[in-house]
């Protein structure tokens, strides 16, 4: 089975499903940065209403569901479209856990490229956890570049470091000095 289609959300729908995102974005940001869950939901809450707001000047919020040949609701994506940059950001994918591992998100992936090269959008780009090997994987079976790795070291005292891709040789010390991989930034050119 294969996605068949991206169903743009309502406005009512994409409200929802933004609240949605509060708490499952704040349990990834706690294991990630390994703060306590409070911070990390009043984090996500900060974050997703100022990426919201600020992107609304810049450009435009698209919620879609992501639909399979039986008609049925398998997933979501949150993307930005800045259209005078011709570029994409995509805050959030998600494949509901019964449909996980059955090629959706490949299919929700392509299909959104398909939507946005109508749109004249030239670039999509997207940050992945640093332990989320799976998503990692497939954006770059898909085509996705590196563009920045985010380390970090601490946990009172949290330092990170960015570092761009002509950098990524000094990934390895910062990896014996006590960091860790906390998000990678991709890029994909269509």
Avoid: C
């Avoid at 409070?38 to 990426?51: C, G, H, K, P």
């Avoid at 085509?143 to 891709?165: A, D, S, Y």
Wanted: proline residues 2%; without cysteine.
């Amino acid at each position: 089975m294969s996605v068949t289609k991206l169903e743009l959300m309502s406005k009512e729908e994409f409200e929802i499903y933004k609240k949605k995102m509060y708490e499952e974005y704040a349990k990834v940001l706690a294991e990630n940065l390994l703060i306590p869950y409070e911070e990390a939901l009043a984090r996500a809450e900060d974050q997703i209403d100022t990426v919201w707001n600020e992107d609304i000047k810049k450009g435009k919020n698209y919620g879609y569901n992501v639909i399979n040949g039986n008609n049925d609701h398998v997933g979501r994506i949150w993307v930005f479209v800045n259209h005078s940059s011709k570029k994409a950001f995509i805050y959030d994918i998600r494949i509901f856990p019964k449909y996980q591992k059955k090629g959706f998100a490949k299919g929700a992936l392509k299909k959104l490229e398909e939507t946005l090269k109508k749109e004249k959008v030239k670039f999509i780009e997207l940050n992945v956890f640093g332990n989320n090997k799976v998503a990692y994987n497939l954006y770059k079976n898909l085509g996705f570049g590196e563009t920045h790795i985010n380390l970090m070291k601490g946990f009172q005292k949290q330092r990170v470091i960015t570092l761009p891709r002509y950098l990524k040789f000094l990934e390895s010390f910062f990896l014996k000095s006590g960091y860790r991989i906390v998000a990678i930034e991709m890029r994909k050119k269509l």
